[in-house]
């Protein structure tokens, strides 16, 4: 397929506009201005002139994925059974420091774009490394390959939390080495809503409080989104704790880090009343089954975030989460759902095995993994309605090598909810990004 | 890629022939004989007129699936949201109903026969439905196609729990029609120990008495394995304990259901003690961690079954487990193990919230997905040592539209770990059952 700005398609398939709603549609009208903004969405409009897509082909907007430590890639799927402080200190961490060398930061990186791409995620919330240089490669290249990114230099500057080798030499530092990267970014030539800064400290326990602070006055002054860690794990809710007598939600918020459509990573262990406290400062999380099996130690409570009104989408978590699939991820969301409801242990009696009432669905699921994540992130992407940007994947459910079986009878939302179960990459025929053909 | 039947093939690869131990190979020197058994392997063999595989390809033994619904492939990934009883009543019995129709059932059979071969699964452990023609054709069939298979028609037949139009007439009718089923299957033109016949009680609940001792004292006078499920929610388990006064498995022991390398499904909620019977009885588990998410309300204490020595094997449970591949049913099992070890309810305090020393690693996972199912099953296929039968598949990692990268430094069994987390059906090449090319 081609590149589809200022045209008009006739399309099949589904989006989810608002939590958990799946809207499935036949033959509709999408037509699109020549930035690839949609200008219109007919669901029984004019064909006549219209671009016609292979027959079979159903279109979903692309996958938005909150949280991708992008330099972690080269070891997607590694060590995930060593102990979490193992796993830092002798793969991450080094591999990590490697971004020094931008030749193999560019090996990394390309890879990775190239195959989120490809799985559908049209949209990144990235980490990169402590590097500046190797942070604005990464700009550059998501420019060039066309992913919509958001995209911050990791600081972590304590050096009693931090490698030697491995970590800001200053707060002062950090904050000069953020500063550049907002800079950068927002200066980039050609770069009209595809990339965006973001303050990236690491997570609360890998900086000093005047760090934090002032990357949290960059951020509010720069009008700078912030993504960070919360809550992952019963040690680091306890330690921030202990070392700020709040909540890691509420330091956070002291630090003027909580600005609007920020989004913080995990949040297993968040209260009600830490919830109440990221609703009522626009800021999201980044939910990450996969990864929560892993390093969590609990399964974070979505369906109770959602009651409440908080924005939640989808992280990978690469490399702390092992595949690089939203789909799969989106699979895992609901079978954690289902896990947290019913419990895991046998020997313990039905009743209070699990917190109950905690199951999502996969149209749930669909929404996170869509305009659940953009609109977290402020981002007019994730549905098909006048306004949005063309971000989408076609899916050629009969194509070689795929691995998607429909079968008459089973229609409406069932053909989605097949989709999502057994969908690969070789079903995903053509990405685009801003009405712009990227892959396929 | 070719038939390897009578020759010297050059490998590289991974197997693992005993639990949790993974062996690492590069340019062994692999001999089949003419009937595609293992008669030699090497790892520094002479290579002289070896069959060489392309530059990077790396082999691992086939798959095996212990516990497959083969007519619910049409509904695969289709309305796991719904109550059980609705999921049962609703679409899983009409479904398996459709069955009585021949053309139907070859549609079905054939997509999923092919579908799981091309997913490296090799062997499966089928249930059909109830009807004989198309038990009878799902055996044609897996032989014709080459996918090694132990095929039982589904019985049940007690009119309390079972549809009026989807069940046997009688316990009578029911023994005859598994009489004739393996009279058929043993009685195969070219059947080499491809295809096997399975006495196949759905469960407990769906059988009565007279039933299941008529199929106890069938299998046990012909040597038939039997399959079926055991205590796989608290339903089920309480269920049979009121009715027969004994556990889930007593009750299948004492039916003489539990003749050797029988497997039952799921085993959530089986005790230590039941546990120990099934050893006794040399009977194995299917466990389904992506099925028992959506079904059983716990996770299946894995660790425990094979420290106990259980032998377990992995099922994907198609269709109440959402997903056709072994490697994401592995790679479910590594996190279910760790979800049922940390707990999921964060609300609860951390020492209390798991059972504790239950994960395990890729080592495992990978043990239960190739030679852990074989010895379950009590079949001569699952790792490369001399005596077993040549199930095997070829992945290349840089297949067109394959999702696997590996980075330079990581190696070992780093890189079976990456494959089992990255792997999708493009990235498999070729696949061998029996020493017979069947895919690729």
Redesign the interface.
């Known amino acids: 397929m081609k590149d589809l700005r200022g045209q008009k398609i006739l399309v099949s398939g589904f989006h989810a506009p608002t939590l958990g709603v799946v809207e499935a549609f036949e033959d509709a009208v999408l037509t699109l201005d020549d930035a690839g903004r949609i200008v219109g969405f007919e669901p029984d409009g004019d064909p006549t002139g219209a671009t016609i897509l292979p027959t079979g082909w159903l279109i979903l907007p692309g996958f938005v994925d909150l949280h991708v430590h992008a330099p972690q890639?080269?070891?997607?799927?590694?060590?995930?059974?060593v102990p979490l402080e193992d796993w830092l200190q002798t793969y991450t961490f080094p591999l990590e420091a490697r971004f020094s060398d931008l030749d193999f930061a560019k090996a990394?990186y390309s890879?990775l774009i190239d195959?989120m791409l490809?799985?559908g995620t049209t949209t990144a919330l990235h980490f990169a490394t402590v590097h500046v240089p190797a942070t604005t490669l990464l700009a550059d290249l998501c420019l060039a390959k066309g992913q919509r990114a958001l995209i911050g230099k990791v600081v972590m500057d304590d050096p009693d939390q931090c490698p030697p080798e491995y970590r800001d030499a200053s707060a002062e530092d950090a904050i000069a080495g953020t500063r550049a990267v907002i800079e950068y970014i927002n200066a980039m030539p050609g770069n009209d809503g595809m990339v965006h800064p973001v303050v990236t400290p690491r997570f609360v326990p890998s900086c000093t409080d005047a760090c934090l602070s002032g990357l949290g006055a960059l951020a509010q002054k720069t009008g700078t989104r912030v993504q960070s860690h919360v809550s992952e794990s019963?040690w680091e809710h306890d330690y921030v704790r202990v070392r700020t007598g709040r909540s890691d939600a509420e330091a956070l918020a002291d630090f003027g880090l909580m600005v609007p459509h920020s989004v913080f990573a995990h949040g297993?262990?968040l209260s009600g009343s830490d919830m109440d406290l990221m609703i009522a400062h626009q800021a999201g999380v980044a939910h990450c089954p996969?990864s929560n099996?892993?390093f969590?130690?609990?399964?974070f409570?979505l369906r109770a975030a959602l009651e409440r009104g908080l924005n939640v989408g989808l992280g990978s978590d690469m490399s702390g989460g092992?595949?690089?699939?939203i789909w799969?991820t989106a699979?895992?969301a609901?079978?954690?759902s289902?896990?947290?409801e019913?419990?895991?242990?046998?020997?313990v009696a039905?009743e209070a095995?699990?917190?109950g009432a905690a199951?999502i669905?996969?149209?749930t699921a669909f929404y996170l993994a869509t305009r659940g994540g953009a609109k977290a992130l402020g981002l007019p992407v994730g549905s098909f309605e006048p306004g949005m940007k063309f971000d989408a994947i076609a899916i050629d459910p009969k194509a070689a090598?795929?691995?998607i079986?429909l079968?008459p009878g089973?229609d409406g939302d069932?053909v989605l909810?097949?989709l999502?179960?057994?969908i690969?990459?070789?079903n995903i025929a053509t990405v685009w990004v801003d009405g712009l053909r990227r892959v396929g």
């Open positions: 890639y080269a070891q997607l799927g590694t060590a995930l059974d990394v890879a195959d490809a799985l019963d297993t262990h996969l099996a892993y969590s130690g609990a399964v409570p092992p595949v690089a699939s799969e699979r895992m609901i079978a954690a289902r896990m947290l019913s419990g895991v242990d046998a020997a039905p095995r699990g917190r199951r669905d996969f149209r090598k795929g691995t079986r079968w089973y069932l909810e097949k999502l179960y057994s690969s990459r070789a």
